[in-house]
């Protein structure tokens, strides 16, 4: 929907993956699909794959997206018709999910309240690229009350303003009327100063309600400040960010470990980036 919107997920996906240590039943690759499905859907799902002894030989990544929950803790992954389904033998799956108040099959992704923004900030995007390209845009009302102006002349007049219209068509068209009065003609502007006016705050309103839902610190993906003082330090939003964020979401992904009875998922301590500047400028 908007760069802030993937940013933000990316940031957490990339945080998870930086303090997950890999181990002999999953990989660093398929955490990261792992990681990327939990954070950006509020679902994420594994297949454990056994050995002829029965035992846990390795993890592999089932995409959310064609994630679909059967009957008696069967799964089933539908990427297309019925024809391509496959089914996961019940108990083999392990699904992680973000709780929902009305049902307990899947999850809700906690960034769901920012929906509305973020289709607000690509509409408003995407409004302005197409009045970028189409140079001659109906952004105006030519407005004509003139009696020596004929029907056939409107008629020419309005193919002219309909071939106008496209990339690079930058057209300047001369209007002759004899005899015409004062303001016979007029263009009138509807929608392009409030367009104008209008674009930077909505992105920037968007954007601040996409970081709340996310409730990632804008210094930490790129945002550029608008005030003199800035977002404060890097460092101290890391630290905040790291405890009040990414713990949360690494003590959910341990519950695979409860699940598989084995230690898959395991995370480095992590160092607090505003001591450890402290410590070097010292």
Do not use: C
């Not at 302005?128 to 029907?151: K, M, Q, V």
């Not at 970081?211 to 890097?234: E, S, Y």
């Not at 519950?255 to 992590?270: K, M, Q």
């Amino acid at each position: 929907m908007s760069p802030h919107h993937s940013s933000a997920i990316k940031y957490k996906v990339n945080q998870l993956t930086r303090f997950f240590e890999p181990s002999r039943w999953l990989d660093r690759k398929t955490f990261a699909n792992f990681a990327t499905n939990f954070v950006a859907m509020g679902n994420a799902a594994v297949q454990r794959l056994d050995s002829m002894a029965n035992r846990p030989l390795s993890l592999v990544n089932v995409p959310a997206a064609y994630l679909r929950a059967g009957r008696d803790g069967a799964f089933w992954w539908v990427p297309g018709t019925q024809q391509q389904a496959v089914e996961f033998a019940a108990g083999t799956v392990f699904h992680l999910l973000e709780p929902d108040l009305l049902q307990e099959l899947y999850g809700l992704p906690d960034w769901l309240s920012a929906l509305q923004s973020g289709l607000l900030n690509e509409a408003a995007t995407i409004f302005r690229r197409r009045y970028y390209i189409n140079g001659a845009h109906s952004g105006h009302i030519l407005y004509i009350n003139e009696a020596a102006f004929s029907a056939a002349d409107a008629d020419e007049l309005e193919e002219q303003v309909l071939q106008s219209k496209g990339p690079g068509n930058f057209k300047s068209m001369f209007l002759h009327i004899p005899g015409g009065k004062e303001k016979g003609v007029q263009v009138i502007p509807v929608g392009e100063t409030a367009a104008k006016d209008e674009f930077l705050n909505i992105k920037m309103v968007t954007r601040d309600d996409i970081l709340a839902a996310h409730r990632v610190p804008p210094v930490l993906i790129g945002v550029v400040p608008q005030v003199t003082g800035g977002f404060g330090k890097p460092g101290e939003a890391a630290d905040v960010f790291h405890f009040a964020e990414i713990e949360p979401l690494q003590q959910r992904m341990l519950e695979l470990n409860d699940w598989l009875g084995y230690e898959a998922v395991r995370f480095r301590e992590y160092q607090r980036q505003a001591v450890a500047a402290t410590s070097a400028k010292d």
